[in-house]
Nanobody
Framework: QVRLVESGGGLVQPGGSLRLSCAAS????????MSWYRQAPGKERELVAV????????NYADSVKGRFTISRDNAKNTVYLQMDSLKPEDTAVYYC???????WGQGTQVTVSS
């Protein structure tokens, strides 16, 4: 069964860091384009970062460029989102997605607040 499970969310102060994990089962993350999205209260879900291709080329939303890093560990079959210099406007539920077949995880809450 194809499945994605996110973890690593929580409450962090502005300027802090978090690392989100997306553990995959039923397929290998190295073979597919993988993305992180987020959805803040009252807003539409937006693309944060995408990792594509065998060479792991990454693209980012302008709002997170230079602060967030998407990566994957093929041995652990897991995709990560390292989030640094967090801002209150980064508060959202973060979702992992396998682009092909539109497979989503359940999401993990990130709250940036003092």
């Amino acid at each position: 069964q194809v499945r994605l499970v996110e973890s690593g969310g929580g409450l962090v102060q502005p300027g802090g860091s978090l690392r989100l994990s997306c553990a995959a089962s039923g397929f290998t993350v190295s073979s597919w384009a993988m993305s992180w999205y987020r959805q803040a209260p009252g807003k539409e879900r937006e693309l944060v970062a995408v990792l594509v291709g065998v060479g792991s080329r990454a693209n980012y939303a302008d709002s997170v460029k230079g602060r967030f890093t998407i990566s994957r560990d093929n041995a652990k079959n897991t995709v990560y989102l390292q989030m640094d210099s967090l801002k209150p406007e980064d508060t959202a539920v973060y979702y992992c997605r396998r682009n092909e077949a539109d497979i989503w995880g359940q999401g993990t809450q990130v709250t940036v607040s003092s």
